[in-house]
């Protein structure tokens, strides 16, 4: 770190020079204020508490408690580490950190960068203890023949003291001035830990501990940070020149900044090099060598963060880190979660398919615009896991929205950076037929299915809804011709609203909920509580995409639902393993209910199905709902096979955007239905991420259509009433 040492404790660039002789006013003048530390640091080498030190904030009884023990952070400091985040094929996915730097062992470091360091910082490292009384005569006398006090006596093991308080407070800057406080009460503190230290840890550690804490500059902490970030290599493949560099960069990383400050920096670099010279670490042909080298960078920008992920994976690294900073595994409290995040130190190894991520990413892109009044978005799930192999949006990972850039993730629930949600629209009606199943009613359940119906009473899990507006509250179908007697197969083809209302009703608001629970739906995507309304049939509470897509994942894994994985595998740094959350997954309902979602799923992508123009390549078997909100503000298309489900969702960010009479992609819409929409999106995704792989059935049940109704022709002959969609319509 860039040192905040008082004068006469910064690192001393001099190792052996003798001291000058200088006016005998100077010299008493700048050794005077050396005498009170060099009889301090005399006394505590000697094991003995001075009363005196009381007058510093140290008292003589403080002193000595302790003296014996000192913590476990100054040996193994918790060094804050950079994170990487890796997709399922090992790609990285992003580099994440407070501080970056990489921990090295000894032998992982240069011996030319350790050697520079000790040379420019403390040549005498390996000769004295933990203070040097020798440098602090000799700091004297130079101070005193300049008539300055900058000449430094602190050791290296001095510094590396100072530098773990500093790490120590982490972004408390209150606890970072306490650390850095310019009192010899503080120098005594820190000179106690000093000593013992060298008592316990060879010289050799101490010297490995430093170069993994200091700082280099330009946010780069530790030797191998700061020989990625300048010269785009590891520490251990250094020049002599770039060892010297480096190693001048300590002392103040500011001024010498090879970036900003080429020349400072390259005068810096020759100054160690002599150093190097004069202590027999290189020859002078090697200093010579070196110095006659430009400073060669090849400067690498902090990469830091979420913001730096390709391939629209930013939101997914944002779900990561939420999973992380939320779930119990990773400490007890909210604090105890965020500093093991802030630790960093960990390879984070993903569920994140690259290829299926790209599938996403290319079909929420290519059908919708980053300046479209809408916005898309796609998550994908592998049935029978809960793994997320992808999460994409239009809307591009980032600060600007002058640029259309949010970091809000339109894929997730609110508490884990999402926003509100929105409407699934019809796309939640199969949850209504997997508990009308589960109560036991038949595949072919037939009701009148009205063209428009009064919300009928029905039975919540606390007493009786009852439709007490006035005028009554009134759902209606799509179309003014759309009017049953429908069984469920016809009725789920075409997305009949009240068909769907009458089947609540008999099964009870109460069954709906509970089934939606097992499903993963346990609240509203804001996190409000789910609210037992007849329109709960027609999708009217906010939903993410990652929660449909759950869902249908769990129908195509006949009936066994698994909560949603983002994380397969988290080591440390050297390979320790981390324990992660557990995968859990439960069969929630029946293999019959199963085989009539997939067949009655099936029939929507069929035939005059609302999803029938949405056929994968090859004729791949497939099972899906299309959903459209009120007023056309959302747009759904929730589709599946066996080995992968998808939900593609469209409309306003903010949920406000009604999609009539509305440009997409540069074509022009009358209105916009869950087929025309997300169903080419979820088409394209779809196409692309199973290409390739096997061709695998739905496993369906026999359920017979309906025998063809026949109605009275005003004219007396009879006719037969219309059992599909009219040309046109969608949902």
Not at 279 to 287: F, L
Not at 499 to 522: D, P, R
Not at 575 to 600: I, M
Request: charged fraction near 20%; glycine fraction near 8%; charge should be neutral.
């Amino acid at each position: 770190m860039e040192s905040n040492i008082p004068p006469i404790w910064n690192s001393s660039d001099s190792a052996a020079a003798a001291p000058t002789r200088g006016s005998a006013l100077r010299l008493a003048r700048h050794s005077a204020t050396f005498l009170g530390v060099s009889v301090v640091s005399g006394a505590l080498l000697a094991g003995v508490a001075l009363p005196a030190v009381g007058a510093f904030g140290l008292t003589a009884k403080s002193t000595a408690e302790g003296f014996d023990d000192i913590p476990d952070d100054f040996k193994t400091p918790p060094l804050t580490q950079a994170t990487q985040i890796f997709d399922a094929k090992g790609g990285l996915i992003a580099k994440v950190y407070e501080r970056d730097r990489t921990v090295l062992t000894a032998d992982q470091m240069s011996p030319l960068m350790r050697q520079a360091q000790v040379d420019i910082e403390d040549a005498r490292f390996y000769e004295h203890g933990a203070v040097d009384l020798k440098g602090v005569l000799r700091a004297a006398s130079k101070n005193a023949e300049s008539g300055t006090a900058s000449q430094g006596a602190s050791t290296l093991t001095q510094q590396y003291v100072k530098n773990v308080n500093v790490e120590k407070a982490g972004d408390d800057q209150a606890a970072v001035h306490e650390a850095q406080r310019k009192t010899l009460g503080r120098k005594i503190q820190e000179l106690k830990v000093a000593i013992k230290l060298e008592e316990e840890l060879t010289k050799e550690q101490i010297l490995t501990n430093y170069l993994n804490i200091t700082y280099y500059g330009n946010g780069a902490y530790g030797v191998e940070a700061a020989s990625q970030r300048y010269f785009s290599k590891s520490n251990k493949d250094l020049t002599v020149a770039e060892a010297a560099t480096l190693a001048g960069l300590v002392q103040n990383p500011s001024q010498y900044d090879p970036k900003l400050h080429p020349q400072a920096a390259q005068h810096r670099r020759d100054v160690v090099l002599d150093k190097m010279v004069e202590n027999g670490h290189i020859t002078a042909d090697q200093a010579k060598e070196a110095k006659a080298a430009p400073l060669g960078l090849r400067f690498q920008e902090p990469q830091n963060g979420c913001i730096t992920a390709s391939a629209g994976m930013g939101f997914f690294c944002d779900y990561v880190r939420h999973v992380v900073k939320q779930d119990p595994v990773f400490g007890k409290s909210a604090a105890d979660r965020k500093k093991f995040w802030d630790q960093g130190g960990l390879n984070i190894y993903t569920t994140l398919d690259p290829d299926k991520q790209t599938a996403a990413q290319s079909a929420v892109s290519d059908n919708v615009r980053v300046t479209d009044p809408v916005s898309a978005a796609a998550t994908m799930v592998e049935p029978g896991s809960g793994k997320i192999l992808a999460m994409a949006q239009t809307r591009p990972y980032g600060l600007r929205t002058d640029k259309n850039q949010t970091v809000v993730n339109l894929n997730v629930d609110a508490a884990m950076g999402g926003g509100n949600g929105f409407q699934p629209g019809s796309t939640f009606k199969p949850v209504v037929v997997a508990a009308a199943m589960e109560a036991g009613l038949s595949p072919t359940q037939e009701y009148s299915s009205p063209n428009k119906l009064e919300y009928p009473t029905m039975k919540t899990c606390e007493g009786t809804w009852k439709n007490q507006a006035r005028p009554k509250a009134v759902v209606p179908n799509e179309s003014a011709n759309e009017k049953g007697p429908y069984q469920l197969k016809q009725a789920m083809a075409l997305s009949v609203n009240t068909y769907f209302v009458q089947m609540e009703q008999e099964i009870g608001l109460c069954s709906v909920k509970q089934m939606a629970n097992k499903l993963g739906i346990t609240t509203r995507a804001s996190g409000k509580p789910l609210e037992e309304v007849p329109a709960m049939a027609l999708g009217v509470e906010e939903m993410s995409p990652l929660t449909m897509a759950n869902v249908y994942a769990t129908f195509a894994a006949q009936g066994t639902h698994c909560a949603p994985v983002a994380i397969n595998k988290i080591t440390t740094v050297d390979g320790k393993d981390v324990p992660t959350p557990a995968g859990h997954c439960e069969k929630v309902f029946s293999e019959r209910t199963a085989d009539v979602l997939n067949t009655v799923l099936n029939g929507v992508t069929e035939n005059n199905g609302t999803g029938a123009a949405l056929s994968l390549e090859g004729n791949r078997q497939i099972a899906g709902k299309t959903g459209t909100s009120d007023q056309k503000k959302a747009a759904w298309f929730n589709g599946y096979t066996p080995q992968l489900a998808t939900a593609v969702w469209l409309g306003g960010p903010n949920g406000g955007v009604e999609m009539r009479n509305i440009t997409i992609n540069g074509k022009h819409r009358t209105e916009v239905f869950g087929a025309d929409g997300p169903g080419p999106i979820w088409r394209d995704a779809m196409n692309q991420a199973l290409r390739g792989a096997p061709k695998e059935s739905l496993k369906l049940a026999d359920i017979p259509d309906p025998a063809p109704r026949t109605e009275p022709d005003p004219t007396g002959s009879s006719a037969s009433a219309p059992a599909t969609t009219p040309p046109g319509k969608q949902h």
